[in-house]
């Protein structure tokens, strides 16, 4: 069975730092863009950050650029988001997505709580 999980969220300070993880199983992400997204109560799950596992090649959202910065171990199936300069508005759970063009898997979520 495929499943995406993901780990490293918690409850920080504003200015602190998270590294998120996702990591699969049952299948290779080598064909895959690996995304993150993150749903605050009440809003709509918005796009964060995107990896390319064939290229390498990396998006952004504005709102978080310069702050985040996403990877990929290969070698591990797993793809990172470093968070560093958190703010209250980054409160959220974040979800890992993979997609290719015929597949799109989600994980379960972990909870990223920012305070003031």
């Known amino acids: 069975e495929v499943q995406l999980v993901e780990s490293g969220g918690g409850l920080v300070q504003a200015g602190g730092s998270l590294r998120l993880s996702c990591a699969a199983s049952g299948v290779t992400l080598d064909d895959y863009a690996i995304g993150w997204f993150r749903q605050a109560p009440g809003k709509e799950r918005e796009r964060v950050s995107i990896i390319s596992r064939r290229d390498g090649s990396t998006y952004y959202e504005d709102s978080v650029k310069g702050r985040f910065t996403i990877s990929s171990d290969n070698a591990k199936h797993t793809v990172y988001l470093q968070m560093n300069g958190l703010k209250p508005e980054d409160t959220a759970v974040y979800y890992c997505?993979?997609?290719?063009?015929?597949?799109?898997?989600w994980g379960q979520g972990t909870q990223v709580t920012v305070s003031s």
């Open positions: 997505n993979a997609r290719s063009y015929y597949y799109m898997y």
